[in-house]
C-alpha cells in the first residue's frame, strides 16, 4: 500500500462512523483499486457484512449482475427473491426493490461495507442499485470503482455519477501513479532492502509508476532480485511477463487455463468441465495449482475468475485464433443443450465461434427478453451485436430503436429507427417504424424532421386500402400534430382512426386513437371534460392488454391536465402512471414526469417547499438530464418558477445559465425567465431588454397558458411596468384557449394596476373559490380583493379577505405572502401565522439569517452550519417567509431589527 496511506486512511473513517456513507474510487487498469478496497476489508471489525460485486467486462452481463455476483454462495438468500429479479411479470422498480429486500435481508441492522467493483462495465439494473443503496439509512459505505477512461455517455455508470454527485457527500478517491520515490520505497518494501537508485528509475521508467505492473515485473525476477535489472533488460512488454506466469504448465494445465480465458469473467467449475473434457479430480488439481500460482481466485461456490482482467487478457493474447473459435464453440454447443436461459452468453460464445445464425437467433431472443424486463440498455447491446451480422434486419432495427429510446439514446434511436423505417417489408412496420420516430424527433427537438416524417405518413396513408395499417398511420399523424400543439389536426385524424377501427373491429389501434384524441381534449377547457372521461375510461382495458406505454401516456394525460377535486385521486393516478411507465421501460414518464406530478401535487396542497424538494429530487434521478440531443430539462423551468416563488433568485440564474447551454429550448424559456428574474431583482433596464425578446419569442409560441401569464403579469407588477406596456404584455400573453379564471385574474390584476378598484374587485370576488387555481393564486386573488378594498375604504371586508389569504399561503411564502404582509400591516392586523419579523426566528433561523445577509448561497450555508443543501433551502425559505421578504437581498436590512 506505498502511496496509498492517506487514501486508505479516508476509507477506514468512514467506515467507522457507522453512518451511511459513499465513495467512488478512480484509476486507470492496475492502479490499485481493488488492493485498496480489500486492504480496507481486512480493517474491518468481525461484525461488519461485507459484499463485493464485480461488475462483467464487455456489457452483455445479466441484469443485476454485480448484486448477484456479490451475493453468490449464500445460502441464506431466498430463492423467490432471487427468480423475481429477473421476471418479466414485475416492473423494473418492482425488481429494483427486490433487489434492495436481498440486501437488507442479508444486513439487517449490523454495520455494512458494499463494494460494486469495476462500475464502467455495470449493467444498467446493477447501476440502478448502486444509487439506491446510497439512499438507504443505517451503518454502510457504499464503495464503487471505476476506470474514468472506459466511461462512455451509452454506459449507465456516466449518468449514474453525475446523479451522485448531485445527491449525495461523495467521497472520491483518485489513484494516480507512484511517484519514483514511491516506487523505491515498494521496491524496498517488496524486497526487504533498500533499492539501488538505477534499478528503482529503471523500474518506474518501465512501468510508469503503475503498481500493477511493478509488481508483475517483479514477480518475473528470481528471487525479487532488484539488482538482476541492471545487468539485463526488462521483459519487453507486461504481456510477456503475464504470460511467464502459465509458461511452464503442463499441457493439461495449459489447455484448461486457456479455455478459462474465453468462459468471461465468472468461470463456472462445470462449464469449464465441459468445455476441456477435464475429469473432476483432474480440474481440482488445476485449479488449486492455478490459484496457487496467483492466476486465479476463487470467486463463489464452484466459481472462479482471474486475479486481473489483464492477466485474462495477456494468456487469451497467445492464443491462435483458431483455438478461441473452437473454445468458444464448445462452450456454446454446452450452454445450447442445457438449454442455457442466458441469451446474452449464448450470443457471446456464438460470435466468437463463428456461429452467426445461432448469434443472430440469440439476440433476437435476448433484446425481446430484456425489453420485457424493462432492460434497454442489455437489449441495446444484443440487438446492435445481431445487427453487426445483419445490418438490415427490420425485426432487430426494431429492438434496436425501441431499447435506444427507453434508454433514452435519441441519436441511436433516430439512426437505428430511421434504418428501419427505410428497411421495412410490410406498410405495418413501415407505420410502427414512424410512430416511433415521429416521438423521437419530439423528444430530440428535430421540429423539421417531425414534419417531413408526418408528410411521409401522410403518403404512405394515400397508398393503403382502409384498414389496420391506414389506422395505425393515421393515430401517428395524430400523436405529432398532438405534440407540435397543433389540436385541431390531432382531433382530426384521431377520429379518422377511430373511425377505421371500429369498422374493422381494431382494437389495439382504438385504445392508441383514444389516447391520442383524450390528450388532446384535455388541453383546451372546453374539452377537458370530454378528455378526462375518454382517458380515464380507456385506462382499465390498456393495462389489462399490456398496452403500457399507452395506459402510461394516458394516466399522464389525467395527471397533466385539471386537477381532480381530490388530492388523494390525483395521487393515485400519478402512483398508477409511475407504475405503468416503469412497466413499459419508459423513463421520461417514470422519472421526470413523475417527480413533477408530485411537485404538482405540493403546489395544490399550497407547500411550496415539499414542491421544490419533489423537483429537486425528480432533477437528480433523471437519467436523461442534460444528455446530448435530449429534449432541454425536463425539471430546470418548472423549478425556476417555484424558486422565484420563493424567492431564491441566486438559484434561478443559475438555471437560466445552464439552460442557455442546451439545445432547442423553446424560444420564450430564456427571455421568460430573463424578465421574470430582472422583475424580482428590481433591474428595470434588463426587464426592458428582456420584454423585447420575449414578445418576439412568444410569436412563435402556438399555445398560451393563463399559469404563464399569471406569474409574468405578477413581476411585470412588481417593477411597475407602465400602463400602455402592461397592456400590450397582457394581450400578448392571453387568448381563447386560457382558462377563464386565469384570464379574469390577469384582467383583474391589470384593472387594479390602472387604478380600476371596482372592476378588479368584482373580477377577484368571482374567482375566490376557482378550483382552477391553486392556493397560491387564490392567495393572491384573495390579497387583490383586500387591496381594492382598502382602496375603497372597506377595511373590515378586507380584513376577512387577508384572514382568507393567510391560510391559503401559510405555507407558501416568497412574493405572496410579502404582499400579504404589507396589506395586513395597511389595516394594523397582527402578520400572518402570529409573530414575523426577526423575532418570530428561531436561534437556527437567525444563525442562518445572519450568513444569508453575508452573501453565502445555500451550498456554502451547507458546508459551514454541517447540514444538507436542501436543508438549508427549507430554513432560507421560512425566514423569507417570516420576515416578509421576496428576496435573501432583503435579509439584511430586517434582521436587525427583532
Same mark, same amino acid.
Given at each position: 500500500?506505498?502511496?496509498?496511506?492517506g487514501?486508505?486512511?479516508?476509507l477506514a473513517r468512514?467506515?467507522?462512523?457507522?453512518?451511511?456513507?459513499?465513495a467512488?474510487?478512480?484509476?486507470?487498469?492496475?492502479?490499485g483499486k481493488?488492493r485498496?478496497v480489500?486492504?480496507?476489508?481486512?480493517?474491518?471489525?468481525a461484525?461488519t457484512?461485507?459484499l463485493v460485486g464485480?461488475a462483467?467486462?464487455?456489457s452483455?452481463?445479466r441484469p443485476y449482475?454485480v448484486?448477484?455476483?456479490?451475493?453468490?454462495?449464500r445460502?441464506e438468500?431466498d430463492?423467490?427473491?432471487?427468480?423475481?429479479?429477473?421476471d418479466?411479470?414485475c416492473s423494473p422498480v418492482?425488481r429494483?426493490?427486490t433487489?434492495?429486500?436481498?440486501l437488507n435481508?442479508l444486513?439487517?441492522?449490523a454495520?455494512a461495507v458494499i463494494?460494486f467493483e469495476?462500475?464502467?462495465?455495470?449493467?444498467?439494473?446493477?447501476?440502478?442499485?448502486f444509487?439506491r443503496?446510497a439512499?438507504q439509512?443505517g451503518p454502510?459505505l457504499?464503495?464503487?470503482?471505476y476506470?474514468?477512461?472506459?466511461?462512455?455517455?451509452?454506459q449507465?455508470v456516466a449518468?449514474l455519477l453525475?446523479?451522485?454527485e448531485?445527491?449525495?457527500a +461523495?467521497?472520491h478517491?483518485?489513484?494516480?501513479?507512484?511517484?519514483p520515490?514511491?516506487?523505491a520505497?515498494?521496491l524496498a518494501a517488496?524486497?526487504?532492502?533498500p533499492a539501488?537508485?538505477?534499478?528503482?528509475?529503471?523500474l518506474?521508467?518501465r512501468?510508469?509508476?503503475n503498481?500493477f505492473? $511493478?509488481?508483475?515485473?517483479?514477480r518475473?525476477?528470481?528471487g525479487?532480485d532488484?539488482q538482476a535489472?541492471?545487468e539485463?533488460?526488462?521483459?519487453?512488454s507486461?504481456?510477456?511477463?503475464?504470460r511467464?506466469?502459465?509458461?511452464d504448465l503442463?499441457?493439461v494445465?495449459?489447455r484448461?487455463v486457456?479455455?478459462?480465458?474465453?468462459?468471461?469473467?465468472r468461470?463456472?467449475?462445470d462449464?469449464?468441465a465441459?468445455?476441456?473434457?477435464?475429469?473432476?479430480d483432474e480440474?481440482i488439481?488445476v485449479?488449486?495449482?492455478l490459484v496457487?500460482?496467483?492466476v486465479?481466485?476463487?470467486s463463489g461456490?464452484d466459481?472462479f475468475?482471474f486475479?486481473?482482467a489483464?492477466v485474462r487478457?495477456?494468456?487469451a493474447?497467445q492464443l491462435l485464433g483458431r483455438?478461441?473459435?473452437? *473454445?468458444?464453440?464448445?462452450?456454446?454447443?454446452?450452454?445450447?443443450?442445457?438449454?442455457?436461459?442466458?441469451?446474452?452468453l449464448?450470443?457471446h460464445?456464438?460470435?466468437?465461434a463463428?456461429r452467426?445464425?445461432?448469434?443472430v437467433?440469440?439476440?433476437r431472443?435476448g433484446?425481446a427478453?430484456?425489453?420485457?424486463?424493462?432492460s434497454a440498455?442489455q437489449?441495446?447491446q444484443l440487438a446492435?451485436?445481431?445487427l453487426?451480422e445483419?445490418?438490415?434486419?427490420?425485426?432487430?432495427?426494431?429492438?434496436?430503436?425501441?431499447a435506444?429510446?427507453?434508454?433514452? *439514446?435519441?441519436?441511436d434511436?433516430?439512426?437505428?429507427?430511421?434504418?428501419?423505417r427505410?428497411?421495412?417489408?410490410?406498410?405495418?412496420?413501415?407505420a410502427?417504424s414512424?410512430?416511433l420516430?415521429?416521438?423521437?424527433?419530439w423528444e430530440?427537438r428535430?421540429?423539421?424532421e417531425?414534419?417531413?416524417l408526418?408528410?411521409?405518413?401522410?403518403?404512405?396513408i394515400a397508398?393503403?386500402?382502409?384498414?389496420a395499417?391506414?389506422a395505425r398511420?393515421?393515430?401517428?399523424i395524430?400523436?405529432?400534430?398532438?405534440l407540435?400543439?397543433?389540436?385541431?389536426?390531432?382531433?382530426?385524424?384521431?377520429?379518422g382512426?377511430l373511425e377505421?377501427a371500429d369498422e374493422?373491429?381494431?382494437?389495439?389501434?382504438? *385504445?392508441a386513437a383514444l389516447v391520442?384524441k383524450g390528450s388532446t381534449?384535455?388541453?383546451?377547457?372546453q374539452g377537458?371534460?370530454?378528455?378526462?372521461?375518454?382517458?380515464?375510461?380507456?385506462v382499465d382495458e390498456a393495462e389489462?392488454?399490456?398496452?403500457?406505454?399507452?395506459?402510461?401516456?394516458?394516466?399522464?394525460?389525467?395527471?397533466q391536465?385539471?386537477?381532480?377535486?381530490s388530492?388523494?385521486?390525483h395521487?393515485?393516478t400519478?402512483e398508477?402512471?409511475r407504475?405503468?411507465a416503469?412497466?413499459?421501460?419508459?423513463?421520461?414518464l417514470? +422519472?421526470?414526469t413523475y417527480?413533477q406530478g408530485?411537485?404538482r401535487?405540493?403546489?395544490?396542497a399550497g407547500?411550496?417547499?415539499?414542491?421544490i424538494?419533489?423537483?429537486e429530487?425528480?432533477?437528480d434521478q433523471?437519467?436523461?438530464?442534460q444528455?446530448?440531443?435530449?429534449?432541454?430539462?425536463y425539471h430546470?423551468?418548472f423549478?425556476?418558477g417555484?424558486y422565484?416563488?420563493a424567492?431564491?433568485l441566486?438559484?434561478?440564474e443559475q438555471?437560466?445559465?445552464?439552460?442557455a447551454?442546451?439545445?432547442?429550448?423553446?424560444?420564450?424559456t430564456?427571455?421568460g425567465?430573463?424578465f421574470?428574474l430582472a422583475?424580482?431583482?428590481?433591474?428595470?433596464?434588463?426587464?426592458e431588454?428582456a420584454?423585447?425578446?420575449?414578445h418576439?419569442?412568444l410569436?412563435?409560441?402556438?399555445?398560451?397558458?393563463g399559469e404563464?401569464?399569471?406569474?409574468?403579469?405578477?413581476?411585470?407588477?412588481?417593477i411597475?411596468l407602465p400602463?400602455?406596456r402592461?397592456?400590450r404584455?397582457?394581450?400578448?400573453l392571453l387568448?381563447a384557449e386560457?382558462w377563464d379564471?386565469?384570464?379574469?385574474?390577469?384582467?383583474?390584476q391589470?384593472?387594479?394596476?390602472?387604478?380600476?378598484?371596482?372592476?378588479a374587485?368584482?373580477g377577484?370576488l368571482?374567482?375566490?373559490?376557482a378550483?382552477?387555481?391553486?392556493?397560491a393564486a387564490?392567495?393572491?386573488?384573495?390579497v387583490?380583493a383586500?387591496r381594492?378594498?382598502i382602496a375603497?375604504g372597506?377595511?373590515?371586508?378586507a380584513a376577512a379577505?387577508?384572514?382568507?389569504?393567510?391560510? $391559503?399561503?401559510a405555507q407558501?411564502?416568497?412574493?405572496?405572502a410579502?404582499?400579504l404582509?404589507r396589506v395586513?400591516a395597511?389595516?394594523?392586523?397582527?402578520?400572518?401565522?402570529?409573530?414575523?419579523g426577526?423575532?418570530?426566528?428561531t436561534?437556527?433561523?437567525?444563525e442562518?439569517a445572519? $450568513?444569508?445577509s453575508d452573501?453565502?448561497?445555500n451550498s456554502?450555508?451547507a458546508?459551514?452550519?454541517?447540514?444538507?443543501p436542501?436543508?438549508a433551502?427549507?430554513? +432560507?425559505?421560512s425566514? $423569507?417567509?417570516k420576515?416578509?421578504?421576496?428576496s435573501?437581498?432583503?435579509?439584511?436590512?430586517?434582521?436587525?431589527?427583532?
Amino acid at each position: 500500500m506505498i502511496g496509498r496511506d492517506g487514501e486508505l486512511r479516508r476509507l477506514a473513517r468512514l467506515a467507522a462512523e457507522r453512518e451511511p456513507a459513499v465513495a467512488i474510487i478512480a484509476g486507470e487498469p492496475g492502479i490499485g483499486k481493488t488492493r485498496l478496497v480489500q486492504e480496507l476489508l481486512d480493517t474491518l471489525p468481525a461484525e461488519t457484512v461485507v459484499l463485493v460485486g464485480q461488475a462483467e467486462p464487455g456489457s452483455l452481463a445479466r441484469p443485476y449482475e454485480v448484486l448477484l455476483d456479490a451475493i453468490d454462495g449464500r445460502p441464506e438468500v431466498d430463492e423467490e427473491q432471487l427468480a423475481g429479479l429477473a421476471d418479466p411479470a414485475c416492473s423494473p422498480v418492482e425488481r429494483l426493490h427486490t433487489g434492495l429486500a436481498v440486501l437488507n435481508d442479508l444486513i439487517g441492522d449490523a454495520p455494512a461495507v458494499i463494494v460494486f467493483e469495476d462500475l464502467h462495465w455495470a449493467d444498467s439494473e446493477s447501476a440502478a442499485l448502486f444509487e439506491r443503496i446510497a439512499d438507504q439509512r443505517g451503518p454502510r459505505l457504499v464503495i464503487g470503482t471505476y476506470r474514468p477512461d472506459e466511461v462512455t455517455r451509452r454506459q449507465p455508470v456516466a449518468g449514474l455519477l453525475a446523479r451522485m454527485e448531485r445527491r449525495h457527500a +461523495v467521497t472520491h478517491v483518485r489513484l494516480d501513479r507512484l511517484t519514483p520515490s514511491q516506487t523505491a520505497a515498494l521496491l524496498a518494501a517488496a524486497t526487504g532492502a533498500p533499492a539501488p537508485l538505477r534499478a528503482a528509475t529503471a523500474l518506474h521508467h518501465r512501468t510508469g509508476g503503475n503498481p500493477f505492473f $511493478l509488481e508483475e515485473l517483479l514477480r518475473a525476477l528470481p528471487g525479487y532480485d532488484v539488482q538482476a535489472l541492471v545487468e539485463q533488460p526488462l521483459p519487453w512488454s507486461l504481456a510477456e511477463v503475464l504470460r511467464r506466469q502459465v509458461d511452464d504448465l503442463d499441457p493439461v494445465s495449459h489447455r484448461i487455463v486457456e479455455a478459462a480465458t474465453v468462459l468471461g469473467h465468472r468461470i463456472m467449475f462445470d462449464l469449464l468441465a465441459d468445455v476441456t473434457g477435464a475429469g473432476e479430480d483432474e480440474l481440482i488439481a488445476v485449479l488449486r495449482d492455478l490459484v496457487t500460482r496467483g492466476v486465479l481466485v476463487e470467486s463463489g461456490v464452484d466459481e472462479f475468475a482471474f486475479r486481473h482482467a489483464l492477466v485474462r487478457e495477456a494468456i487469451a493474447g497467445q492464443l491462435l485464433g483458431r483455438q478461441r473459435r473452437r *473454445l468458444h464453440e464448445t462452450a456454446l454447443d454446452v450452454l445450447l443443450r442445457g438449454g442455457s436461459s442466458d441469451p446474452a452468453l449464448v450470443a457471446h460464445h456464438a460470435c466468437g465461434a463463428g456461429r452467426y445464425d445461432d448469434m443472430v437467433a440469440a439476440a433476437r431472443r435476448g433484446a425481446a427478453l430484456y425489453l420485457s424486463i424493462g432492460s434497454a440498455y442489455q437489449a441495446l447491446q444484443l440487438a446492435e451485436m445481431g445487427l453487426d451480422e445483419i445490418p438490415d434486419d427490420p425485426e432487430l432495427l426494431a429492438y434496436a430503436a425501441r431499447a435506444a429510446w427507453l434508454a433514452g *439514446l435519441l441519436d441511436d434511436a433516430l439512426r437505428h429507427g430511421r434504418r428501419w423505417r427505410d428497411l421495412a417489408g410490410t406498410s405495418t412496420e413501415r407505420a410502427e417504424s414512424l410512430y416511433l420516430l415521429v416521438r423521437v424527433a419530439w423528444e430530440s427537438r428535430e421540429t423539421s424532421e417531425m414534419r417531413a416524417l408526418t408528410e411521409d405518413i401522410e403518403t404512405l396513408i394515400a397508398q393503403l386500402p382502409p384498414g389496420a395499417d391506414q389506422a395505425r398511420a393515421m393515430t401517428a399523424i395524430a400523436q405529432s400534430a398532438y405534440l407540435r400543439d397543433e389540436l385541431d389536426t390531432a382531433l382530426r385524424w384521431a377520429d379518422g382512426a377511430l373511425e377505421l377501427a371500429d369498422e374493422f373491429d381494431l382494437p389495439a389501434v382504438r *385504445l392508441a386513437a383514444l389516447v391520442e384524441k383524450g390528450s388532446t381534449l384535455v388541453e383546451r377547457p372546453q374539452g377537458a371534460v370530454e378528455g378526462r372521461r375518454i382517458l380515464s375510461g380507456l385506462v382499465d382495458e390498456a393495462e389489462k392488454a399490456g398496452e403500457w406505454v399507452l395506459a402510461a401516456r394516458a394516466l399522464n394525460a389525467l395527471v397533466q391536465g385539471e386537477p381532480p377535486a381530490s388530492p388523494a385521486e390525483h395521487a393515485e393516478t400519478l402512483e398508477r402512471m409511475r407504475a405503468a411507465a416503469e412497466r413499459a421501460g419508459l423513463e421520461s414518464l417514470a +422519472v421526470a414526469t413523475y417527480f413533477q406530478g408530485r411537485a404538482r401535487l405540493a403546489v395544490r396542497a399550497g407547500d411550496l417547499t415539499a414542491a421544490i424538494a419533489a423537483l429537486e429530487e425528480g432533477r437528480d434521478q433523471d437519467r436523461g438530464f442534460q444528455r446530448r440531443g435530449r429534449w432541454a430539462d425536463y425539471h430546470a423551468v418548472f423549478l425556476a418558477g417555484l424558486y422565484l416563488e420563493a424567492g431564491r433568485l441566486d438559484r434561478v440564474e443559475q438555471l437560466i445559465t445552464d439552460l442557455a447551454a442546451l439545445p432547442n429550448n423553446p424560444p420564450p424559456t430564456i427571455p421568460g425567465l430573463t424578465f421574470h428574474l430582472a422583475c424580482r431583482q428590481g433591474d428595470l433596464p434588463r426587464a426592458e431588454a428582456a420584454l423585447g425578446d420575449l414578445h418576439t419569442a412568444l410569436a412563435g409560441q402556438p399555445w398560451r397558458s393563463g399559469e404563464q401569464a399569471h406569474d409574468l403579469i405578477s413581476a411585470a407588477l412588481e417593477i411597475g411596468l407602465p400602463a400602455p406596456r402592461l397592456d400590450r404584455f397582457a394581450a400578448d400573453l392571453l387568448d381563447a384557449e386560457v382558462w377563464d379564471a386565469y384570464r379574469t385574474l390577469v384582467d383583474a390584476q391589470v384593472a387594479e394596476a390602472h387604478g380600476r378598484h371596482a372592476e378588479a374587485l368584482a373580477g377577484y370576488l368571482s374567482i375566490t373559490e376557482a378550483h382552477i387555481l391553486g392556493p397560491a393564486a387564490r392567495g393572491s386573488v384573495r390579497v387583490g380583493a383586500a387591496r381594492c378594498l382598502i382602496a375603497t375604504g372597506r377595511d373590515a371586508e378586507a380584513a376577512a379577505h387577508a384572514e382568507a389569504a393567510g391560510t $391559503l399561503l401559510a405555507q407558501w411564502g416568497g412574493w405572496r405572502a410579502a404582499q400579504l404582509e404589507r396589506v395586513r400591516a395597511q389595516l394594523g392586523m397582527a402578520p400572518a401565522g402570529g409573530a414575523a419579523g426577526a423575532g418570530a426566528l428561531t436561534p437556527r433561523e437567525r444563525e442562518v439569517a445572519l $450568513l444569508v445577509s453575508d452573501g453565502l448561497t445555500n451550498s456554502e450555508l451547507a458546508r459551514r452550519l454541517y447540514i444538507s443543501p436542501r436543508t438549508a433551502a427549507v430554513h +432560507v425559505s421560512s425566514i $423569507l417567509r417570516k420576515l416578509g421578504v421576496s428576496s435573501r437581498t432583503e435579509v439584511g436590512a430586517h434582521i436587525g431589527n427583532p
